[in-house]
C-alpha cells in the first residue's frame, strides 16, 4: 500500500515537472514569434502559400477582384457574370449573381469591397451599376449615388464608412459616404490639364490616410493626402519623374509596414515600393506554375497582411502570406 502511495506521489511529481517545462517552452516559442512579427524585413516580398481555382463544375473564368470579407474570400467571377465565394483553405462555399441587367445580376461585375457589417459591394463596369449584398450573396439594394455621376465603376475599396471608386471612362475617381452622398471628385494630378487616363484601382494606407490611384493609362500610381491632394508620383524612377516600369498597373494595396504593391498587367510581376515611392521588390514572372502570372489584375491586402492577387488568364486567385 505504502508503495502504491509512493508511486503515485512521484508520478504526479513527473506530471507537473512535464507540464511546466511545457508551459515554459510555449511561452518561449510565442515571446519567439512576437519578436519575428515585430522585425518584418519591410524590403522583402511575402511568400506564396495556396492557389485558389474553384471547383471542377465551377472553376473561375478571368476572376477580376478579390477581397477578405469577414471570414470568406470573394471573388468576381467576371465571365461567368457571378461572384464566387471560399473558405481560407480555398473551399468553394457558395455563389451568387447571373448575367443580365436586373437586380442581383451581372453584365461584367469587377470590382468588391466589403463594409463593417459584412455587406458585399460589387461594381459592375457595363451595367454601370454598383450592386450591395448580404454576407450570404442575397441582393439588398444597388449604391445610392445621389448625384447620378458614376458611369463605369472598376476598383472599388471602402475606407472609414467611405466608398472609394474608379470610373474608367469618365477618368476620374469619387468618395462617397455609404448613404450616398457625395464627399470628393478626384480627376486631376501634378497640373490642371494632367488628368486620369483609365483608372482602375485604388488602396489607401490606413497610416497615414494616404490615398493611391493607380492610373492605369498613364503608367502610374498617384498618392493624395485625405484631402484629395496631389502628394507624389509612383512609377520605378526616381521622384516618379523618368520613365515608368510599368506596363498597363492594375491592382494595387498596401500592408502594415506601408508597403505599396502594384499589379503589373503586361509584364506578369508584382511590385513593391516603399513609404518614399522606392521599390524594393519585385516578384511573380509569366507562366502557369506556382509563382507566375498570366495577366493578373485585383490586388488585396488584408488585415493580417495576407495578399490576394486575381491572375486572370490562369484562371485563379494567388495567396501569399
Not at 502511495?5 to 510565442?30: H, P, Q, S
Not at 454598383?130 to 458611369?151: A, N, P, T, V
Not at 498597373?249 to 508584382?270: A, E, K, Q
Amino acid at each position: 500500500m505504502k508503495k502504491k502511495t509512493v508511486y503515485m506521489w512521484m508520478g504526479g511529481i513527473v506530471i507537473l515537472v512535464i507540464a511546466a517545462f511545457t508551459a515554459i517552452y510555449f511561452l518561449n516559442m510565442e515571446s519567439t514569434v512576437k519578436k519575428a512579427s515585430n522585425v518584418i524585413d519591410p524590403n522583402s516580398p511575402p511568400t506564396f502559400s495556396q492557389l485558389i481555382y474553384g471547383d471542377f463544375n465551377n472553376a473561375l473564368d478571368k476572376p477580376m477582384d478579390v477581397a477578405k470579407i469577414g471570414e470568406f474570400i470573394y471573388v468576381s467571377d467576371t465571365n461567368n457574370k457571378r461572384v464566387q465565394v471560399f473558405d481560407t483553405s480555398g473551399t468553394r462555399v457558395f455563389m451568387f449573381g447571373k448575367e443580365g441587367e436586373g437586380k442581383g445580376e451581372f453584365k461584367f461585375p469587377y470590382g468588391i469591397a466589403g463594409d463593417k457589417k459584412g455587406e458585399v459591394y460589387v461594381a459592375d463596369l457595363y451595367n454601370g451599376k454598383i450592386s450591395i449584398f448580404d454576407s450570404k450573396g442575397k441582393f439588398i439594394k444597388y449604391f445610392d449615388d445621389k448625384e447620378k455621376l458614376i458611369k463605369s465603376p472598376a476598383g472599388i475599396r471602402i475606407f472609414d464608412e467611405k466608398l472609394y471608386v474608379t470610373d474608367v471612362q469618365q477618368n476620374k475617381v469619387f468618395v462617397y459616404k455609404l448613404s450616398g452622398e457625395k464627399l470628393q471628385e478626384i480627376s486631376t494630378a501634378v497640373t490642371k490639364d494632367d488628368t486620369f487616363k483609365a483608372p482602375n484601382a485604388i488602396a489607401l494606407d490606413k497610416k497615414t490616410d494616404e490615398l493611391f490611384v493607380c492610373d492605369s493609362g498613364n503608367q502610374r500610381v498617384l498618392a493624395y493626402d485625405k484631402k484629395g491632394k496631389y502628394l507624389r508620383t509612383i512609377n520605378g524612377s526616381k521622384d516618379g519623374k523618368g520613365s515608368s516600369v510599368f506596363v498597363n498597373p492594375r491592382g494595387i494595396g498596401v500592408d502594415s509596414r506601408g508597403v505599396l504593391y502594384v499589379v503589373n498587367n503586361l509584364s506578369h510581376t508584382i511590385y513593391g515600393f516603399n513609404e518614399k515611392g522606392e521599390q524594393v521588390f519585385t516578384f511573380g514572372s509569366m507562366g502557369d506554375q506556382n509563382e507566375q502570372f498570366y495577366l493578373p489584375n485585383g490586388l488585396y491586402v488584408d488585415d493580417n497582411d495576407r495578399v490576394y492577387i486575381t491572375d486572370t488568364l490562369n484562371q485563379r486567385v494567388a495567396l501569399y502570406y
